[in-house]
Each structure stands twice: as structure tokens, then as C-alpha cells.
């Protein structure tokens, strides 16, 4: 099955700063990588998405970028502001079941 | 529009009691997951039903039950309850096709002691 690597497992950033999530997927039918936040206490909440045939997206301060040779992809916030600060996963799915990332701890300080 | 609806919110259970974990989701979606979110773990599935009458195993599905009751309806039962089933459990559903992400139910807090 599907095994995806998330680094790092905390990042902390000063307000204004960018921070870059990287994830690594093991099986390359995998065609579908979304990002989700989780703030504390709450639901994961679906930030971003990238499909295989694109190499980047980007949504305003997000962006994701997706490496299909390498199996890698990442998640870019410039920026950051304290409602940042977060738990972010990763996520990759072949088909619809999506396996999870471990999932980073974001913490921006102002 | 509700969404993905869990409950209970919490829960705590003695070693060896049963429940029930409910979730429904108002959005007319086929595919539904149950998932266990531990600290440093990531999420992990427990069972999915990916259309009414169909259920299947996910990466840790030892100790759980699951009930596709209907399009709307997705349960998921522990038998006997163990304390390694203390977690934070999600409800979740997703739209046709297979680009979509999935909207997650608020979740469920269960302390087994």
C-alpha cells in the first residue's frame, strides 16, 4: 500500500517568514495529493489539492508543488501569520482512500 | 447544510463496554471513512465504504465494526472497548470521482480506562 513521509514534524517561523512542508509518496499510481489544517481541537479542513498532471497550484499566500519523478510534493505558505500556526498533513490517494502524512506542527510567532 | 454530523462528541468507556460511533453526512456523497487520529500518528483508516452496501478494511481495523446503514448513515462499533482504542475518532465523506478531498465530521473523543 501507499506510505507517505512528512518532514518536518514541528517548524516554527517568525511572522512574515515562509514555511515549506515536504512529503514523499511510495506508490507511483498515486495521482492525487491534497493538504489539509488542523487547527487545535477541530477537523482537518482541506487547504489545497494538486493532481498529477500539474506541477503547481497556488491560492493566494499557498502553493503546492508536486515532483510526479521524484514522488514528492510540497506545501509553501509566504507570509505567515499567526492564524497559520496549525497541524498540516499531507495526504496521497490512488484512486479515493487517501493515506495521511504524520502531519506538521506550524508555529508562527508574531 | 450540516455536512459530515458525529456523535457523540466524548466519550469515555470502561475496558470491555461497547459503542456505537455514528456519523452522517447530508451531501448526497457515495464514499464515507472512519479514521483514528493519535498524537505523532498521523490518520490512520480504519474501515471505508466506498457506496451503500459496501465496506472494507483500512490499515487498522482490529477491534472495530462498521455498518453502512445507508447513503447517508456510516457507524462504526467497538465490541470491547481496550485502552489502546483511546483516540480522537473522524467521520469523513467524499464526492464522486477521485480528485476530490474529503469533508470530516468534528470528530469523537474516546478515553477507554
Same mark, same amino acid.
Given at each position: 500500500?501507499?506510505?507517505?513521509? %512528512?518532514?518536518?514534524? /514541528?517548524?516554527?517561523? %517568525?511572522?512574515?517568514?515562509?514555511?515549506?512542508? =515536504?512529503?514523499?509518496?511510495?506508490?507511483?499510481?498515486?495521482?492525487?495529493?491534497?493538504?489539509?489544517?488542523?487547527?487545535?481541537?477541530?477537523?482537518? %479542513?482541506?487547504?489545497?489539492?494538486?493532481?498529477?498532471?500539474?506541477?503547481?497550484?497556488?491560492?493566494?499566500?499557498?502553493?503546492?508543488?508536486?515532483? =510526479?519523478?521524484? =514522488?514528492?510534493?510540497?506545501?509553501?505558505?509566504?507570509?505567515? %501569520?499567526?492564524?497559520?500556526?496549525?497541524?498540516?498533513?499531507?495526504?496521497?490517494?490512488?484512486?479515493?482512500?487517501? /493515506?495521511?502524512? =504524520?502531519?506538521?506542527?506550524?508555529?508562527?510567532?508574531? | 447544510?450540516?455536512?459530515?454530523?458525529?456523535?457523540? *462528541?466524548?466519550?469515555?468507556? *470502561?475496558?470491555?463496554?461497547?459503542?456505537?460511533?455514528? #456519523?452522517?453526512?447530508?451531501?448526497?456523497?457515495?464514499?464515507?471513512?472512519?479514521?483514528?487520529?493519535?498524537?505523532?500518528?498521523?490518520?490512520?483508516?480504519?474501515?471505508?465504504?466506498?457506496?451503500?452496501?459496501?465496506?472494507? *478494511?483500512?490499515?487498522?481495523?482490529?477491534?472495530?465494526?462498521?455498518?453502512?446503514?445507508?447513503?447517508?448513515?456510516?457507524?462504526?462499533?467497538?465490541?470491547?472497548?481496550?485502552?489502546?482504542?483511546?483516540?480522537?475518532?473522524? #467521520?469523513?465523506?467524499?464526492?464522486?470521482?477521485?480528485?476530490?478531498?474529503?469533508?470530516?465530521?468534528?470528530?469523537?473523543?474516546?478515553?477507554?480506562?
Amino acid at each position: 500500500g501507499e506510505n507517505v513521509e %512528512q518532514h518536518p514534524s /514541528t517548524l516554527s517561523v %517568525q511572522e512574515g517568514d515562509s514555511a515549506v512542508i =515536504k512529503c514523499t509518496y511510495s506508490d507511483s499510481a498515486s495521482n492525487y495529493f491534497p493538504w489539509y489544517k488542523q487547527e487545535l481541537g477541530k477537523r482537518p %479542513q482541506l487547504i489545497i489539492d494538486i493532481r498529477s498532471n500539474v506541477g503547481e497550484k497556488k491560492d493566494q499566500r499557498i502553493a503546492v508543488t508536486l515532483n =510526479k519523478t521524484a =514522488k514528492h510534493f510540497s506545501l509553501h505558505i509566504t507570509e505567515t %501569520q499567526p492564524e497559520d500556526s496549525a497541524v498540516y498533513f499531507c495526504a496521497a490517494s490512488e484512486y479515493s482512500t487517501l /493515506t495521511f502524512g =504524520k502531519g506538521t506542527m506550524l508555529l508562527v510567532s508574531p | 447544510n450540516a455536512g459530515v454530523t458525529q456523535t457523540p *462528541k466524548f466519550q469515555v468507556l *470502561k475496558t470491555g463496554q461497547s459503542m456505537t460511533l455514528q #456519523c452522517a453526512q447530508d451531501m448526497n456523497h457515495n464514499s464515507m471513512y472512519w479514521y483514528r487520529q493519535d498524537p505523532g500518528m498521523g490518520l490512520r483508516l480504519i474501515y471505508y465504504s466506498a457506496s451503500e452496501g459496501t465496506t472494507d *478494511k483500512g490499515e487498522v481495523p482490529n477491534g472495530y465494526n462498521v455498518s453502512r446503514l445507508n447513503k447517508r448513515e456510516f457507524s462504526l462499533r467497538l465490541e470491547s472497548a481496550a485502552p489502546s482504542q483511546t483516540s480522537v475518532y473522524f #467521520c469523513a465523506s467524499q464526492s464522486p470521482g477521485r480528485y476530490y478531498g474529503y469533508t470530516f465530521g468534528s470528530g469523537t473523543r474516546l478515553t477507554v480506562v
